[in-house]
């Protein structure tokens, strides 16, 4: 039997563990705090991109009358050969099933995609990783060709495939401090891959974030751009009840407002944006303005993507260390009861034994 | 005779930074800067590098680079890819982009796309150091 020090020591032990679940929690749910607020602030602007640019594609034909050719390379639509696919997982564990539903739905994915050629592109520490594991990193080499004009020399970066499926990129420390700028450097390698015909398709994998109850894992194609404004969702993975119930007490609990924000009203004002039924002037040609749209669009929406999932993860996290400090504290109270107990078995032992002894004089 | 004041919205990807009235809006659009009175004619434009001026009751200038701006006759939305205040602009970074701007300029070679990524590059840097005063 287990002696009253060794029970001590170990519900000191558990007790400290408590702390720094406890403390994570509050932290998690202070960032949570942040993250949504910037998710949210960053909706006026998604929502006016996406609707200017349904407005911009009902107005002007998509295929330009005189040549017949498309107007702009990211609607054009090509059988999905080669697919990239942008994972956003969380940088940290520590939050549950977070990024274990994240790569589940990833895997579903990839499984679906036998024969094709697929990119990852993972962001977050976690998804890069578990696919670095997984599969080969992209490489490429240099090759030295001659300029045919004036005989100097060029560099070119040929990409060398030994896989169907490869991890391209890496970003790191890009979630943690995450600003549109870098998000759009990102947007604008993907529409340089897929306008130079590179890519066919573009996939993103992430946790969509309403609210604390109300998330979910979306698989959601980015590119081509068939309908802009509304998402195209592939797949969809929505938490049980249970744990929904569950992240609404926690949420309850630290402040949070489980119910999403309403956005009603400024998101129907952000929703006319370029959309008056009125005869714009538009001072640039309709291709010049899809130009200069369209990345802004794929960089909103990836933006979007991502700062919901950061949200996402903290919640996630808020919630796992709310269990985590319950079990810790059920774990306290059995280890406290057999210590009280094992205490008094000893004392009554004694007692037996001091009685027994008088009994014998 | 407040029915004559436009409404003036600066949004940028990461929140919204400005939504008030105005009288007169200067924006500087891809094609030449423009000043927007109440009742203008409805339009779309692409933004340019530069300062929005907003004058009335709340004056205020903003250095935003790339977006759109849709003009109604009472009001003036402006999506920037991204906006500083003229008092937080980093001077000495603006430098440096200029010069990144001409090295990438002189390395682009035949390609268009690059002279374009420098071109932007650097109107972008020379509106922040003009908007900043330098």
């Known amino acids: ?361 | 005779m407040d029915t004559q004041l436009l409404h003036v919205t600066l949004v940028t990807p990461e929140r919204t930074i400005l939504d008030s009235t105005a009288i007169s809006v200067e924006l500087p659009s891809r094609t030449g800067r423009i000043e927007v009175l109440y009742g203008h004619a409805p339009l779309l434009a692409e933004l340019g590098a530069g300062d929005v001026i907003v004058q009335g009751s709340d004056p205020a200038r903003w250095n935003v680079s790339w977006g759109f701006v849709e003009v109604l006759p009472d009001r003036v939305t402006i999506l920037a890819n991204d906006a500083v205040a003229p008092g937080a602009i980093d001077v000495a970074a603006a430098r440096l982009e200029v010069e990144r701007a001409h090295t990438m300029w002189s390395a682009a070679g035949d390609e268009a796309e690059a002279y374009e990524a420098a071109n932007r590059l650097l109107e972008e840097a020379q509106s922040r150091l003009a908007s900043a005063g330098e």
């Open chain 1, 1 to 361: 039997m287990a002696n009253v020090l060794d029970l001590r020591r170990r519900i000191r032990s558990v007790k400290s563990t408590r702390q720094i679940t406890r403390a994570m929690k509050m932290v998690s749910a202070a960032k949570l705090r942040r993250a949504q607020e910037r998710a949210i602030s960053a909706r006026p602007y998604a929502l006016r991109i996406a609707s200017v640019l349904a407005s911009l594609k009902r107005r002007v034909e998509i295929l330009d009358p005189v040549t017949g050719n498309l107007r702009h390379p990211l609607f054009a639509v090509r059988p999905e050969k080669r697919i990239l696919l942008v994972i956003v997982s969380g940088d940290k564990g520590f939050a549950g099933a977070f990024n274990t539903n994240i790569l589940k739905a990833s895997a579903q994915f990839l499984s679906l995609c036998e024969g094709r050629e697929v990119d990852i592109e993972p962001i977050g520490r976690k998804a890069r990783d578990q696919m670095r594991r997984r599969y080969p990193q992209a490489t490429h080499e240099e090759v030295q060709t001659e300029n045919p004009a004036d005989g100097s020399s060029l560099v070119r970066h040929v990409r060398h495939r030994k896989s169907g499926i490869e991890v391209v990129g890496e970003h790191p420390g890009l979630l943690e401090k995450l600003t549109h700028g870098a998000v759009r450097e990102i947007a604008e390698e993907i529409i340089r891959r897929y306008t130079h015909e590179e890519i066919d398709a573009c996939y993103i994998v992430y946790n969509e974030f309403k609210s604390v109850i109300q998330q979910r894992v979306v698989t959601e194609r980015l590119l081509p751009l068939i309908e802009p404004g509304s998402h195209v969702i592939v797949d969809a993975v929505e938490p049980t009840a249970e744990e929904r119930e569950f992240a609404a007490t926690v949420a309850a609990a630290a402040g949070i407002s489980p119910f999403a924000e309403d956005t009603h009203e400024s998101d129907e004002e952000a929703a006319r944006f370029g959309t008056a039924d009125v005869d714009y002037i538009y001072e640039q040609p309709a291709a010049e303005l899809l130009n200069g749209l369209l990345p802004s669009y794929v960089s909103a929406m990836l933006f979007h993507a991502m700062a919901e999932s950061v949200a996402a993860e903290h919640a996630a996290r808020m919630t796992a260390m709310e269990a985590a400090t319950n079990n810790a504290s059920d774990m306290i109270d059995s280890l406290t009861l057999y210590m009280n107990r094992v205490r008094q078995a000893a004392i009554t032992k004694e007692i037996i034994e001091i009685v027994s002894g008088a009994a014998a004089l």
